[in-house]
Antibody
């Protein structure tokens, strides 16, 4: 069955960097786009970024553009999120999700998430 | 940017029908997806492409989309349906995913 396992979360000071990983299994990773979605404590879902199946195209939410970068390594079935210049408001659970296309790219399967806490 | 509006909360008695709305400008031209999220868990897709159900999702869950409003309908609501529900679309003008603010479904 589809499995997505995120890692790399933790406590980090404002202004520092962190890289999240998401390892996929149970399906062929390379034909699928992938998303990162986050959820601040007690808040709703916020989309972060999407990457095309081959990495040829990627889009980021305005709130993270220029600071976060989504990437992937199809040979390792792994998705990444490089997060630089972290802010307190980036504190959230970060989910990776597989992307399916139907009149747009939408998440179907989600990982269990990894918590990022930005605090001094 | 495209905005989706959901009521913060909906309450319904067990066995009754719950309807959760998602408003957006001319939303009928977009494919709407719905997610269920229980406390401490990851979201689960319950309806995609306006009205289709992934395998394993009960037939009690259905969706519709017309005009400026999409609706998730849950028939014969049970205590286990208590959760937050989010609608979602793809904004093709910006190539961004958009989520509604979420609706907390309470089973009385």
């Amino acid at each position: 069955q589809v499995q997505l396992v995120e890692s790399g979360g933790g406590v980090v000071q404002p202004g520092r960097s962190l890289r999240l990983s998401c390892v996929a299994s149970g399906f062929s990773f390379s034909p699928y786009g992938m998303h990162w979605v986050r959820q601040a404590p007690g808040k709703g879902l916020e989309w972060v970024a999407v990457i095309w199946y081959d990495g040829s195209d990627k889009y980021h939410a305005d709130s993270v553009k220029g600071r976060f970068t989504i990437s992937r390594d199809n040979s390792k079935s792994t998705l990444y999120l490089q997060m630089n210049s972290l802010r307190v408001e980036d504190t959230a659970v970060y989910y990776c999700a597989r992307a399916i296309y139907s009149n747009g790219w939408y998440p179907d399967y989600w990982g269990q998430g990894t918590l990022v806490t930005v605090s001094s | 940017s495209y905005v989706l509006t959901q009521p913060p909360s909906v309450s319904v008695a067990p066995g009754q029908t719950a309807r959760i709305t998602c408003g957006g400008n001319n939303i009928e031209t977009k494919s709407v997806n719905w997610y269920q999220q229980k406390p401490g868990q990851a979201p689960v897709l319950v309806v995609y492409d306006d009205s289709d159900r992934p395998s394993g999702i009960p037939e009690r869950f259905s969706g519709s989309n017309s005009g400026n409003t999409a609706t998730l309908t849950i028939n014969r609501v049970a205590a286990g349906d208590e959760a937050d529900y989010y609608c979602q679309v793809w904004d093709s003008s910006s190539d961004h995913v958009v989520f509604g603010g979420g609706t907390k479904l309470t089973v009385l």
